[in-house]
């Protein structure tokens, strides 16, 4: 059975950096895509990043180029996203997830499937 368990969320003052981690475990044989997304208060859950199952294809929401990156070590289970300069809207539960279909690509939260239970970011002063 699949598991993903994200950690390193907490409060950071804005402009400060956070990473968090995502665990995965259950694969059965080739790991999968995996993506971060979030959802902020009242909002819908958006996707922040994905990373191919070998880490080569990245891609990233505009809202969060340039301050935020994806990368994964397979050898450990585990995907990282460093979010670095961050703001008051980055403030949101940050899950992870996977289709466990596409090795490449990450589809819309509503395509996915298996997720964590999330952890908060707070960007506060």
């Known amino acids: 059975q699949v598991q993903l368990v994200e950690s390193g969320g907490g409060l950071v003052q804005p402009g400060g950096s956070l990473r968090l981690s995502c665990l995965v475990s259950?694969?059965?044989?080739?790991?999968?895509?995996i993506g971060w997304f979030r959802q902020a208060p009242g909002k819908e859950r958006e996707g922040v990043s994905c990373i191919s199952a070998r880490g080569r294809i990245k891609s990233y929401a505009d809202s969060v180029k340039g301050r935020f990156t994806i990368s994964r070590d397979n050898g450990k289970n585990t995907v990282y996203l460093q979010m670095n300069t961050l703001k008051p809207e980055d403030t949101a539960l940050y899950y992870c997830?996977?289709?466990?279909?596409?090795?490449?690509?990450?589809?819309?939260?509503?395509?996915?499937?298996?997720w964590g239970k999330g952890t908060l970011v707070t960007v506060s002063s």
């Open positions: 997830a996977t289709d466990l279909r596409s090795s490449v690509s990450c589809q819309p939260a509503s395509g996915m499937d298996h």
């Open positions: 259950g694969f059965a044989s080739e790991p999968y895509a």
